[in-house]
Nanobody
Framework: QVQLVESGGGLVQAGGSLRLSCAAS????????MGWYRQAPGNERELVAL???????IYADSAKGRFTISRDNAKNTVYLQLSSLKPEDTAVYFC?????????WGQGTQVAVSS
């Protein structure tokens, strides 16, 4: 079984930056797509960004131009650089990974942006 552990969340002022990390460990057969989702209080979980095994990124409209996703396959780690943060970015950010036909989720890391 794959375990995903996020880190890097915190409290920042509007316009600030954070870098989130997610390391995958356990019974990893073949990690394909990795990425990030987020969930704000009272809202459903939404896609932020995905990155394929070929390093092709996909971004939600809310993330384009401000967030950057990257990965280090040797370390089984995916990153999300958050820049120009807005209060509406406040949410719990969840790491996601696809291992063959299996889907895995991290426990989440809190990002809070003050106005």
């Amino acid at each position: 079984q794959v375990q995903l552990v996020e880190s890097g969340g915190g409290l920042v002022q509007a316009g600030g930056s954070l870098r989130l990390s997610c390391a995958a460990s356990g019974s990893i057969f073949n990690i394909n797509t990795m990425g990030w989702y987020r969930q704000a209080p009272g809202n459903e979980r939404e896609l932020v960004a995905l990155i394929t095994s070929g390093d092709t990124p996909i971004y939600a409209d809310s993330a384009k131009g401000r967030f950057t996703i990257s990965r280090d396959n040797a370390k089984n780690t995916v990153y999300l650089q958050l820049s120009s943060l807005k209060p509406e970015d406040t949410a719990v950010y969840f790491c996601y990974a696809l291992d063959r036909n299996r889907h895995f989720w991290g426990q989440g890391t809190q990002v809070a942006v003050s106005s």
